[in-house]
């Protein structure tokens, strides 16, 4: 997707095809930190810092979501990291089959200042971090891949942004058709 695209998809509120996602996905940085600041407070990483508890504290990171919960390498839980730090697990599988849009607005009520890990924190984690900044900073979803791509390479996978793009949609309505539907699917299950 050219920027002339770009600036027009933006100025015009249109939600990009998952195809033209995939092509401003695929630009910008590259992988290299385990951990990094993609909005004031807010901090995408992956398990070797959510396992560090010492650089948790230096980063003053008070709260994780761990969008790999229960999962081999993202073993996270409460009694790890004690009283200094808020744990929230979504047991995300990476399949575009996932159905991680009931796990949006959950995710996005509970990140303030929050580490947000899964594994390598490119797929199921930067949804749950675009859906944040979708619901709380009214962004559009354009809006908030390319915020976060100018701090940190993100690829969520298919399925992910095609639920992105219908929370965009939904979020654009206008005030007076919001409905409870739009939060029916609520999981405010805390692991």
């Known amino acids: 997707m050219s920027s002339e695209v770009v600036k027009k998809t933006l100025r015009d509120r249109r939600s990009p095809s998952v195809k033209e996602l995939v092509n401003v996905l695929y630009g910008g940085k590259r992988f290299g ?21 010492y650089r948790l504290w230096k980063l003053g990171i008070s709260h994780v979501v761990n969008a790999a919960h229960g999962k081999p390498c993202c073993q996270g839980c409460h009694g790890f990291y004690g009283p200094s730090v808020d744990y929230y697990g979504v047991p995300a599988e990476d399949s575009p089959s996932f159905d991680l849009s009931r796990y949006f607005f959950p995710s ?27 619901i709380h900073q009214h962004h559009s979803l354009l809006e908030a891949i390319l915020k976060v791509k100018e701090h940190r390479w993100i690829f969520p996978n298919s399925g992910f942004l095609k639920q992105l793009r219908t929370l965009d949609a939904k979020l654009q309505l206008p005030p007076e058709c919001l409905s409870n539907r739009l939060f029916s699917n609520n999981n405010n299950t805390k692991y």
Do not use: C, Q
């Open 33 to 53: 930190n385990h951990v990094d600041e993609v909005w004031p407070n807010l901090f995408l990483g992956d398990m070797s810092v959510a396992n560090d508890r």
């Open 108 to 134: 996005a009520d509970y990140i303030k200042k929050a580490l947000d890990t899964a594994g390598v924190g490119v797929s199921r984690s930067a949804s749950v971090i675009l859906a944040y900044l979708m």
